[in-house]
Nanobody, 127 residues
Framework: QVQLVESGGGSVQAGGSLRLSCAAS????????VAWFRQAPGKEREGVAQIGRDGTTSYTDSVKGRFTISQDGAKKILYLQMNNLEPEDTAMYYC?????????????????????WGPGTQVTVSS
């Protein structure tokens, strides 16, 4: 059983930055596909950024150049550095993991591919 716990959310003004963290109960680096998803009110949960077992990253188009996904394998922590935040980034952010390779690029990924989820952390960006 893999447990994931997110932290680092909060309220910021547009143009600000936040760094989300996701602490895992197992070593995921090199073994799991890990990703950040987000869900805004009234919208479906969407993939934001993803790291494969080989370190390959992918991003949804709306965050490219602003968000960076990374992981500290020794500490079992997944990060999402979010810069130049926009009001449209307001959502609950979740980290997710699946053993083995990623199934799709994050732009095409689906929540059913991931069996392990954290409870989420809220990000609110005001204009």
């Amino acid at each position: 059983q893999v447990q994931l716990v997110e932290s680092g959310g909060g309220s910021v003004q547009a143009g600000g930055s936040l760094r989300l963290s996701c602490a895992a109960s197992v070593y995921t680096s090199g073994r799991y596909c890990v990703a950040w998803f987000r869900q805004a009110p009234g919208k479906e949960r969407e993939g934001v950024a993803q790291i494969g077992r080989d370190g390959t990253t992918s991003y949804t188009d709306s965050v490219k150049g602003r968000f960076t996904i990374s992981q500290d394998g020794a500490k079992k922590i997944l990060y999402l550095q979010m810069n130049n935040l926009e009001p449209e980034d307001t959502a609950m952010y979740y980290c997710a993991a699946r053993p083995g390779p990623c199934v799709e690029d994050v732009r095409a990924t689906r929540t059913i591919y991931f069996g392990y989820w954290g409870p989420g952390t809220q990000v609110t960006v005001s204009s």
